[in-house]
């Protein structure tokens, strides 16, 4: 299962917290892959005379989150592959 992580948006405990309790009810054998936020897409953006809404998202702390997921026994990576 891919989740992106985009902060100020999904990254809230809140949010975590929802996304493990989901994440209890799957198969075990499933693998979370936490997606950064990255913002390669600026340029597209930019070409297209459009305004990039995310220019000013920061780095997300995804081993915070991936350490809270492998916590509740679950598989977690960062990135995909």
Do not use: W
């Amino acid at each position: 299962m891919v989740i992106p992580v985009i902060p100020g948006y999904d990254d809230s405990n809140e949010n975590i917290f929802q996304t493990i309790n989901f994440l209890k009810k799957l198969p075990k054998d499933i693998e979370v892959c936490l997606l950064p936020y990255h913002k390669y897409g600026v340029d597209k953006y930019e070409k297209l005379g459009l305004d990039y809404n995310l220019e000013n998202v920061e780095k997300a702390n995804v081993e915070k989150i991936k350490k809270k997921i492998e916590k509740e026994n679950l598989s977690a990576k960062i990135g995909r592959g």
